[in-house]
């Protein structure tokens, strides 16, 4: 079958503890090294170890304000930046109303959030600063980008715990496909390792207890939980005719959406993954394909027990031809809501050059999910033309990219 309605990704943009920039996390994910470090800061939470963005200045991120945000902001403002750049496009003399912006994040400025919340516990009211709610609001990541770059079109702040930055993909597909903009910006963004964050998440059995900086190891037999992360991922999306006129080159398209909710439990997916899979019906319907053309598959892959074992449990029942899978957070770890739109990017990565990259520090798969090809070890060369990108959240939310080549 033949897709229809298809969307074209004019440029990408990635903020990860594995570098600043697509092409840094690009190597990093093909080489299955982990940045993962002890960190001080979360002595006591929990957690032993944790990833974090390299530490970068103006050289980086100039302008007014920029250095004093929450680094949600930060990562979102240097993610859409590269994107922007590589999409050719230009904010000095675009038609800003006829831009749109949609970025998710799980939990937007929650750093910020609780170092006031201490100076407001230690000295009162007047040490919380007036910049508190610009920094911290989940939407001023995207009333920062838009600041920025002069996006005066329709601009949304999805969240969807840890399926955001996948769900802010579809939704800015949809605004194009619906004749709303001509150029949509869409970014999942997360600075969520922040003590506060990471207990809680450690107090509920998500993370990992091994004190190894390889504990993140998704569909492996031994894993334990996930490692928490941090950082972001962006897109440019135009119709192709759009992008053919100007000349400007397509790194890959997004043919399909689908969204579904479990309604079953706050936090723990339903154990048939029911619907889950019906996102990724729904998603291989809007892109008219059949499920046997799928030749690779970006997987949520947390590290976690349940989570691991259902989504491959899906990926074989839906795809019983074994297309190659794939979950970059061996690497990367969990950026939250940042995942989604951080996978996508490599997943259009995976299908412009040919190359799947491996599990890092998976060295068996969990004989639960036998037959599930997961790829191990090295990179392997294959040439597929469509991929799926899987993305979980808690709040039963799913959901599901067709990307193509």
Request: charged letters at 20%; a neutral charge; glycine letters at 14%.
């Amino acid at each position: 079958m033949t897709a229809a309605l298809p969307v074209a990704v004019t440029g990408t943009g990635l903020v990860t503890p594995a570098g600043i920039g697509v092409e840094e996390t690009w190597r990093s994910v093909l080489k299955a090294t982990s940045p993962a470090v002890r960190d001080q800061a979360l002595e006591g939470t929990g957690a032993t170890y944790c990833l974090r963005v390299p530490e970068f200045g103006s050289e980086v991120l100039s302008g007014r304000g920029t250095a004093n945000t929450d680094p949600f902001i930060r990562f979102a403002l240097v993610a859409v930046g590269e994107a922007i750049r590589q999409s050719g496009l230009d904010p000095e003399t675009w038609d800003g109303s006829r831009v749109g912006l949609v970025i998710g994040t799980g939990i937007g400025g929650v750093g910020t959030l609780a170092q006031s919340q201490d100076r407001f516990a230690a000295r009162g009211a007047e040490a919380v600063s007036p910049y508190l709610h610009p920094r911290a609001l989940p939407n001023m990541a995207a009333g920062a980008v838009a600041l920025r770059y002069g996006i005066n079109g329709p601009s949304h702040t999805v969240v969807s715990a840890c399926a955001s930055g996948a769900v802010a993909i579809g939704v800015a597909r949809d605004l194009l496909r619906a004749g709303s903009c001509d150029v949509v910006i869409a970014c999942g963004t997360e600075a969520g390792v922040v003590p506060v964050t990471v207990s809680g998440f450690a107090r509920m059995g998500a993370l990992s207890k091994r004190d190894d900086p390889t504990a993140s190891r998704p569909f492996a037999a031994d894993r334990d939980g996930f490692v928490i992360s941090e950082g972001a991922g962006a897109v440019v999306m135009e119709r192709p005719q759009t992008a053919a006129r100007r000349g400007a080159g397509e790194l890959g398209r997004v043919l399909g959406y689908g969204y579904t909710t479990d309604a079953h439990h706050l936090v723990a997916p339903r154990a048939d993954g029911l619907h889950a899979e019906a996102a990724v019906r729904q998603a291989l319907r809007d892109a008219r394909l059949e499920a046997e053309e799928i030749g690779h598959v970006s997987a949520h892959g947390t590290s976690t027990p349940m989570n691991d074992r259902i989504e491959g449990e899906l990926i074989k029942r839906l795809f019983p031809h074994g297309p190659s899978v794939t979950a970059a957070k061996g690497v990367l770890g969990h950026t939250l809501g940042a995942a989604g739109a951080i996978g996508a990017v490599l997943a259009l990565r995976t299908l412009r050059e040919g190359v799947v990259p491996p599990v890092a520090h998976t060295t068996q798969t969990d004989p639960e999910l036998a037959g599930l090809d997961v790829v191990l070890g090295e990179p392997r060369e294959e040439r597929s033309a469509y991929a799926l990108s899987n993305s979980f959240g808690f709040g039963g939310h799913n959901c599901a990219l067709i990307l193509g080549r």
